[in-house]
Each structure stands twice: as C-alpha cells, then as structure tokens.
Antibody
C-alpha cells in the first residue's frame, strides 16, 4: 500500500522559512523513474505545482517560485523535504506531496498518489 | 490567474452527461498528449481520474472519459451520480523546465 504524509508547522510568521517533510511508504525513491512532488492550494483557489524531485536527484521548480524553493530527498528515511523561504500571508495554503504516476507505458507527467495535505497559515 | 483555463462551474442532473473544458496553449495542452484530470471532494486529497489525455487509472469508472483537440482538453462524465459532485482540475505537462501546470478548477454540481 502506497501512502504519503506531509508534516511541518501549521503556523509560520512572515519572512520565516517553511520546512515541510513528506514521509512515504510502499515505494522507494531509488527506483528508476520515480519522483515525488509538492503541490499547494490556497483557500478557495486552484492547485499550484511547486517542485519535483526525481529518483536520481534531478529536480524541477515552478518558475514563479524557483528562487524561494529547495527540494531534497533522504532516500533511506523515505522522505522528501521542501523548504520555502521568505514566507508571506499569500503563501497560506494546504500543501500536498504526491508521487508521480508510473503506469506502464504512461508519460509519468501526472500524480498518482497524494498525501492528505497539511494546512500552513502565514500570519504574524 | 492559473495557466490553464477552466469554467468556474458546470452542473447536470443525475444520469446526464457533462463536459468540462480546459484551455491552454501550444506550450502545454496543445504541445503534448500529457493532460491529466483530478477530482477533489471537500476536505479530501485530489484523486487522479484521467491521465495522458484519455487513459483511466484502474478503479475509475468508465463514465469518466477524456479527450483533446488543439489547445483544449475535455473531461466528460456520463451517467452523473451524486458522488460526482466535486471540484475538477486539469493539469498538463508544460515542458521539461516547467513540469506541469494546473487549471483553475471547475465546481461540478449535480442537481
């Protein structure tokens, strides 16, 4: 059974750095083609893709947030960590981690398994 | 403003069909056959219902179907059921540098 779970602070102050951890089970991020990403959803707004890390350490970032994001992985711990600097109230959102799809013959450019999400509020 | 444009809301009666559109550009929807759709019920995580334009994950009813023409992708839900009432988001590959972009979401109401 594949599961992902996000953890981190529920409240951060403006200008602080947010660190979120995605702890997963049921697959290894060592496997060729595997990838885990982060997506967020502000209250009442749309989903927004943030970052992705591949099994080989390669990563991708949303162009609009690239300068503020860092995604890393700790394969033995089955964890992916996202840091976002200089937090602002507009960053208030539910943050999801999700695993890339791996259906045979598929592109892999979609998310097949999602965590339940964690709500992060940015306020002083 | 989201990268992909979806109608804010659609509605239909039980048993009817509805189609949700998702319009992008030649850099995303139109450039690749890599559109996916997600269903999100309130308070729940998004669930994949269509990938690679028209492929259904196992466990998703064949009432859900996807298609694409030019820069516009579509999700059609036939035989509407009360449980289909949810928000639906389209998503497209947008090139190696960008990975994916999402649509603004469509609220489906089953009347």
């Amino acid at each position: 059974q594949i599961t992902l779970k996000e953890s981190g602070p529920t409240l951060v102050k403006p200008t602080q750095t947010l660190t979120l951890t995605c702890t997963f089970s049921g697959f290894s991020l060592d496997a060729s083609g595997m990838a885990v990403g982060w997506i967020r959803q502000p209250p009442g707004k749309a989903l927004e893709w943030l970052a992705l890390i591949y099994w080989d350490g390669d990563n991708r970032y949303s162009p609009s947030l690239r300068s503020r994001l860092t995604i890393t992985k700790d394969t033995p711990k089955n964890q992916v960590v996202l840091t976002m600097t200089n937090m602002d109230p507009v960053d208030t959102a539910t943050y999801y981690c999700a695993r890339r799809g791996t259906y045979h013959g598929s592109s892999g450019y979609f998310f097949e398994y999602w965590g339940q999400g964690t709500l992060v509020t940015v306020s002083s | 403003q989201s990268a992909l444009t979806q109608p804010r809301s659609v509605s239909g009666s039980p048993g009817q069909s509805v189609t949700i559109s998702c319009t992008g550009t030649s850099s995303d929807v139109g450039g690749y056959n890599f559109v996916s759709w997600y269903q999100r019920h309130p308070g729940k995580a998004p669930q994949l219902v269509i990938y690679d334009v028209s492929e259904r994950p196992s466990g998703v009813p064949d009432r859900f179907s996807g298609s694409k023409s030019g820069n516009t992708a579509s999700l059609t839900i036939s035989g509407l059921q009360a449980g289909d009432e949810a928000d639906y988001y389209c998503c497209s590959y947008a090139g190696n540098y960008n990975f994916v972009v999402f649509g603004g979401g469509t609220r489906l109401t089953v009347l």
